[in-house]
């Protein structure tokens, strides 16, 4: 029979009670108790949803990161926090957070927050482990041993879930650069430690995550893990290897021999796999299939999955299992909870609860026959139907407008040099033209009036009078402290993305579609089903009214198609270039329009480009090629007097600089302050031909910045960069600062500009 289990389970909760429960502890306004409380009671509640499988994960719940557990289970903490001696849940959420100094000096000095980054291609982030060649590993099977014996209490069928030793290890930062590699042995011997732990307390199977196997490894990389599946198969569980995400491609002979009971992978992102991986297994060992997609939130086509899956039940029998293709982490939990989303885009869709209801429904197929099921499959059927014949997902005109697509779309109609030329004869700016990324502090005032217009407490003309009061106020900051470009601040804008989805055809929007980012930090990314239109224009009035208020240029503000998908749900039905290129043309009408109404700089935003890369660097060349494709369709179509912006929020450019400049953005902003402009060394070794602005400040911080930092930063900046091409900029937007950082700040960075020009 069939085996049906389950990877992971959201933890936030379907309501988010996890986040709010976390930030009550650490405001100090809830008690520890009061916190555990909660942990407990979302545990119960998702291993109840979960009851009907037959192994249930354990260990997958987190107070604030599954990667940040394994650290403490491993005893890897870092050096920093070692001699703590208050609780350990404090100390787990020092190293998660860190502490300010400032508030801190008293107590414990502060502390400096774990390092963050994205957990393979997923929107999620994970604390990063730290080794140096002195890490030791003491385990601490404690928190794990609490949840299994609470899960035992319970009558759950436990799974427990770790992530892997090799994974670990890999995606750890050894921060006196030695060599990673030379750990292993001695982690070996905790994890065998724990998992003879786990076998003491009855447990059969282990899950044992090891997603790195979908990445390019080396030589040295794959011997790590036969060394350590050989070492580990001594100890007195059965181990299912567990990878998610991506293809195995040269890695799929590496997992198929390790002497593991099981494997588990990913049927969806790894489907070439599967073939392959079927003749090399041997037929001992258990083969776990991913055949709901753990990352989107589209209904699974089960007659489809079935015609697929009957004949390799019949060639695999006991030894098949089937469960979703990675942790259900990645999706929203219940849609049942949705009350305001469209019936009819809502009958397409299944979040996390509905996705385990999808794997009874293939588990009763396979076990009794789809007679048992038909209902079900019948109402499944028909829904996808529905989907694929639907009006609201195609729109004819759309598909001609995509066809009809040619390579001088892209095209700006002359080179660079002469397109800055004209733009510097009409814009007229000083050397080291000053700007700021585009959003000003979104107040207190400003999210009322948002939220009581939603409410409908304030009517559309009350509304909009208001935030036309605050582009005001911010056009009035802005000339005051001189600077040369203007921006209207963003007040009207909840969030980049949202803000052009809800005026877009072909997205809708739930209510609790809430997915983990880290910690207790939750985003909630708009559901992209349909072909895309623009209605009407989106952005053109209130940047009218800001122009009309300065004799200054003010840069049209919009977000880049490659930035729309990326932080979208997006289509299952079609492939994700389409999807961009679609939005490409929506915002390439808005920039069109924004020129027309006489708007002379526009800056498009694509915050997000970098996070589309793929898994494996060999594919990363066809993403970049679209992406870029998508960003040229959007910007390209304007006169040459018009200028171009362009803003990424991140500090890695050497591997995708080519595809940076491609871009042919006329200006670029980037971050760099806090890699005190080292990250132009990619920009210089390249000779990137455009305009750049590198940060001169970290917005993330309070902090105000000095004149004379900047100044130096910019000095800095000009041995890489020639002068004449640098613009002067924050690394951000500053929504989320006060106005009374941002002013000083600004303050600063324009006098910074000044005392530059008097120096050339
Ligand atoms: N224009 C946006 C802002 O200033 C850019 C935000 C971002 O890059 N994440 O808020
Ligand atoms: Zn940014």
């Known amino acids: 029979m069939t085996i049906v289990h389950n990877l992971g389970f959201p933890r936030i909760g379907a309501k988010r009670e996890l986040k709010f429960a976390l930030e009550s502890y650490w405001q100090g306004a809830s008690s520890r108790e009061a916190l555990l409380a909660t942990g407990a009671e979302l545990r119960q509640r998702h291993w109840q949803h979960q009851a009907g499988l037959d192994l249930v994960p354990v260990g997958d719940f987190s107070f604030y990161d599954q990667v940040l557990d394994m650290s403490f289970t491993l005893g890897n903490l870092p050096e920093r926090v070692h001699d703590f001696h208050g609780d350990a849940l404090d100390n787990y959420f020092r190293v998660a957070r860190g502490r300010s100094v400032e508030e801190h000096a008293a107590c414990c000095g502060g502390v400096a927050a774990g390092e963050m980054t994205k957990w393979f291609d997923t929107n999620y982030h994970y604390i990063v482990p730290e080794f140096s060649a002195g890490t030791g590993f003491q385990l601490d099977a404690s928190r794990l041993l609490a949840q299994l014996a609470e899960a035992k209490a319970q009558g759950v069928k436990a799974k ?298 304030l009517d559309k003309g009350a509304y909009q009078a208001a935030m036309r009061a605050e582009i005001a106020r911010s056009v009035r900051e802005q000339e005051a402290l001189e600077l040369d470009v203007l921006v209207h601040g963003e007040a009207e804008r909840n969030d980049m993305v949202e803000y052009f989805g809800e005026q877009l055809d072909g997205y809708a929007f739930s209510q609790f579609g809430w997915v983990q980012s880290y910690g207790s930090r939750c985003v909630k990314p708009p559901i992209l089903f349909g072909d895309i239109q623009r209605p009407k224009a989106m952005t053109v009035e209130w940047i009218s009214y800001a122009q009309s208020l300065t004799a200054k240029p003010m840069k049209g503000m919009l977000t880049g198609p490659v930035t729309m998908l990326n932080w979208s749900f997006v289509r299952d039905d079609q492939p994700r270039s389409v999807s961009c290129t679609q939005l490409a043309l929506a915002i390439r009408a808005e920039v069109l329009d924004l020129e027309r109404a006489g708007v002379q700089v526009i800056q498009i935003d694509e915050a997000a480009l970098r996070e589309g890369l793929p898994l494996r660097q060999s594919q990363w060349q066809a993403y970049l090629d679209w992406a870029v494709a998508s960003f040229r369709l959007s910007a390209n179509g304007v006169a040459d007097r018009t200028q171009i912006h362009t803003h990424m929020c991140y500090s890695e450019f050497n591997d995708i600089i080519a595809a940076i400049a491609d871009m042919d953005a006329d200006v670029i902003t980037i971050e760099t302050a806090r890699s005190a402009m080292e990250l132009l060394d990619a920009f210089e070794h390249f000779k990137y031909p455009n305009q750049i602005g590198p940060g001169v400040y970290d917005i993330h911080t309070p902090n105000i910045p000095s004149e004379r930092h900047i100044v130096q930063l910019m000095r800095k900046a000009a041995e890489r960069v020639p002068a004449e091409r640098l613009w002067i900029n924050p690394d951000c937007g500053l929504k989320t600062r006060q106005w009374a950082e941002v002013l000083p700040a600004l303050a600063n960075m324009v006098a910074a500009a000044k005392t530059l020009r008097l120096a050339a």
């Not at 800055?420 to 700021?436: C, I, M, R, S, V």
Request: with cysteine; aromatic share 6%; hydrophobic share 45%.
């Open 160 to 457: 427990p879930v770790l992530i892997g030793p090799v994974t670990y290890l890999a995606l750890g930062k050894a921060r006196d650069d030695s060599d990673k590699l030379a750990l292993l042995p001695s982690l070996l011997s905790a994890y065998s430690q724990l998992l003879d732990t786990l076998a003491a307390q009855g447990v059969e199977w282990v899950q044992i995550d090891e997603p790195v196997l979908v990445t390019e490894l080396d030589t040295d990389w794959q011997h790590a893990f036969n060394l350590s599946y050989h070492q580990l198969k001594a100890c007195r569980v059965k181990i299912l290897v567990a990878t998610y995400f991506g293809q195995l491609q040269d890695n799929l002979y590496l997992l198929a021999n390790l002497p593991v009971a099981g494997v588990h992978v990913d049927a969806i992102n790894g489907h070439d796999d599967i073939r392959p991986l079927l003749n090399l297994l041997p037929d001992h060992k258990v083969l776990s299939l991913g055949i709901i997609n753990g990352r989107n939130i589209w209904k699974t086509d089960l007659n489809q999955v079935l015609d697929w899956l009957e004949p390799l039940a019949e060639r695999l029998g006991e030894r098949l299992w089937i469960a979703p293709s990675c942790s259900l982490l990645h999706v929203p939990v219940d849609l049942d909870s949705e009350q305001t989303l469209d019936a009819e885009i809502k009958s397409w869709l299944a979040f996390a609860l509905q996705k385990l209801d999808e794997l009874q429904v293939l588990a009763r197929a396979l076990r009794e026959g789809r007679v048992a099921v038909k209902d079900e499959l019948a109402a499944n059927a028909a829904a996808l139907a529905a989907r694929r014949a639907s009006p609201r997902v195609h729109h004819p005109a759309v598909r001609q407008a995509v066809a009809a697509i040619d390579a001088s779309l892209g095209q700006r109609n002359s080179a660079y040099a002469q397109r800055a030329a004209e733009q510097a004869a009409l814009l007229k700016l000083p050397a080291y033209p000053t700007t700021t990324i585009g959003s000003f502090p979104q107040t207190a005032e400003i999210r009322q009036a948002r939220s009581a217009f939603k409410a409908g407490q």
